[in-house]
C-alpha cells in the first residue's frame, strides 16, 4: 500500500512561484510512475506531470511547459511540482498520484494511489 500526502498550496498572484511536495510512503517499485494531476471546478482532471521512477522525466500537459517542473527525491520519498509563472488557469486542487508502469501516461486512471489533494489559487 502506498500513501500520498500533498503539501505547499496556497494562494499567489499571477506570474508567481509554489513548490508543491508530496511525501509518498510505503514501496515504490522501479517501474512505479508518480505525477501531479489538477482539476479546477467544472473539469476534467488533468494530467498536468508525470515521472517513471527513478528520475525519469516522461511528461508535461502542453499548458505548464518552461513553467513547471517535476523532480524526485528518493532518499526523502516525496516528489515535487515546482510551479512558475503561474496564470490564472492554473488555479485548480493538485494531486500526486502513483501508479504502475509503462508509459507513465497523464490518464489518471492508471495510477492506484492518490493523495487527498492541495489547493493552488492564482488570483489578482
Known amino acids: 500500500q502506498v500513501q500520498l500526502v500533498e503539501s505547499g498550496g496556497g494562494s499567489v498572484q499571477p506570474g508567481g512561484s509554489l513548490r508543491l511536495s508530496c511525501a509518498f510512503s510505503?514501496?515504490?517499485?522501479?517501474?512505479?510512475?508518480l505525477g501531479w494531476f489538477r482539476q479546477a471546478p467544472g473539469k476534467e482532471r488533468e494530467g498536468v506531470a508525470t515521472?517513471?521512477?527513478?528520475?525519469?522525466?516522461?511528461y508535461y500537459t502542453d499548458s505548464v511547459k518552461g513553467r513547471f517542473a517535476i523532480s524526485q527525491d528518493n532518499a526523502k520519498n516525496t516528489l515535487y511540482l515546482q510551479m512558475n509563472s503561474l496564470k490564472l488557469e492554473d488555479t485548480a486542487k493538485y494531486y500526486c498520484?502513483?501508479?504502475?508502469?509503462?508509459?507513465?501516461?497523464?490518464?489518471?486512471?492508471?495510477?492506484?494511489?492518490w493523495g487527498q489533494g492541495t489547493q493552488v489559487t492564482v488570483s489578482s
Open positions: 498520484a502513483a501508479g504502475g508502469g509503462g508509459a507513465c501516461s497523464p490518464n489518471g486512471d492508471e495510477y492506484n494511489f
Open positions: 510505503g514501496h515504490i517499485y522501479n517501474n512505479y510512475c
Open positions: 515521472i517513471g521512477t527513478p528520475g525519469r522525466v516522461t
